[in-house]
């Protein structure tokens, strides 16, 4: 299906509020309101969008092109047969690489809930409409969350994001690598893992986030989200984590914020030793120091002097580091 670009427009428009639509229109293109109205009235005549409510009242959502849902017991199940029947006719039409990234990111995902979930049930549902497509995956097994914590004896089942985080873990090392989640999570505009009250959200061009809600969920659900027209392919995200001339998973970026759970500051050699855990695994690890404002000296000197010393064969990469920050990694390295 092919869209113009002011139907684009319109359209990433209601995907983020559906309210208020036309004046919004009006300003970031600069039109009339008028013609801003004129404009969302073609979309829903072309079947883009869905008009509800009256005056001041009124929502636009994207209309939806397709849709499914089933339930499947897990023992058994296949992930290939699970694409082939559901989502591979949903995207059949969409560029070579936004299938690739669909089979990649699906059929991980899936996998992960048929080996490590120990659900009886596992549902699928399949969402597409003239801008992106949508899948989600749940199950209803022991919880992503608490099967890290328990696997790693950790204190907290926060702690699992930020091994999630890292990469190069799972609960199976015999039959699993350990890349799936790490690497699905970048292929997407949008992914998400929810289990319990935890979430572990992953937006194109922003960092992870660890996002604690009241509800207390059941088993896991995997939320994935790609553009029908995305430019980005699978290799271009491997590449971009693997060390130069080869084909491993060297390289790992790691949001420090997600070590600092809400109300704490990241002062103790603890909490230091928590972060670091597993860098060894990887050739360069670079830590992003986004919205953390300042850091301990424990904690700095513990990772980039007592570790480094330790590890010489890992490169720490601190980046997006404030003044306070910078002068207490500065401070460890010349300890």
């Not at 790693?152 to 702690?159: A, I, K, S, T």
């Not at 890292?166 to 690497?183: L, Q, R, V, W, Y």
């Not at 290799?235 to 704490?264: H, S």
């Not at 972060?275 to 830590?287: H, S, Y």
Request: with cysteine; charged share 25%.
């Amino acid at each position: 299906m092919t869209i113009d670009a002011a139907t684009l427009n319109i359209l990433k428009l209601v995907s983020s509020n559906g309210r208020n639509v036309a004046a919004r229109l009006a300003e970031v293109t600069g039109v009339s309101r008028q013609a801003s109205s004129a404009r969302l009235r073609a979309a829903v005549e072309k079947g883009f969008l869905i008009k509800s409510g009256v005056g001041r009242g009124v929502t636009y959502t994207l209309t939806e092109t397709n849709r499914v849902h089933q339930e499947f017991d897990r023992q058994g199940l296949s992930e290939d047969r699970v694409w082939q029947a559901l989502l591979a006719p949903i995207v059949a039409d969409c560029p070579e690489n936004v299938r690739d990234n669909w089979r990649y990111g699906f059929t991980e995902m899936l996998n992960n809930a048929i080996d490590h979930s120990g659900a009886n049930k596992i549902s699928v549902w399949c969402v597409r409409n003239a801008l992106f497509t949508q899948v989600w995956i749940s199950d209803d097994g022991e919880g992503i969350f608490l099967k890290i914590q328990r696997a790693l004896n950790l204190y907290d089942p926060r702690e699992a994001i930020i091994e999630l985080a890292k990469g190069k873990f799972t609960t199976d090392p015999a039959n699993h690598s350990g890349e799936g989640i790490f690497f699905t999570s970048k292929v997407f505009d949008h992914f998400d893992i929810r289990s319990g009250s935890l979430h572990f959200m992953h937006d194109d061009g922003l960092d992870d986030l660890l996002i604690e809600r009241p509800k207390n969920a059941p088993g896991t659900l995997v939320v994935m989200q790609l553009m029908n027209d995305s430019p980005r392919t699978t290799k271009e995200i491997f590449d971009k984590f693997a060390a130069p001339d080869e084909y491993t998973f060297a390289k790992t970026i790691v949001p420090v914020k997600l070590a600092q759970y809400e109300g704490e500051k990241l002062v103790s050699r603890s909490q230091a030793k928590r972060l670091i855990f597993r860098f060894e695994k990887f050739k360069t690890v670079i830590l992003d120091f986004t919205d953390v404002a300042e850091i301990g000296q424990a904690f700095s000197d513990e990772v980039f002097r007592v570790f480094q010393n330790a590890h010489q064969d890992t490169k720490l990469v601190p980046v997006n580091m404030t003044l306070a920050v910078k002068a207490m990694v500065s401070r460890a390295k010349a300890g």
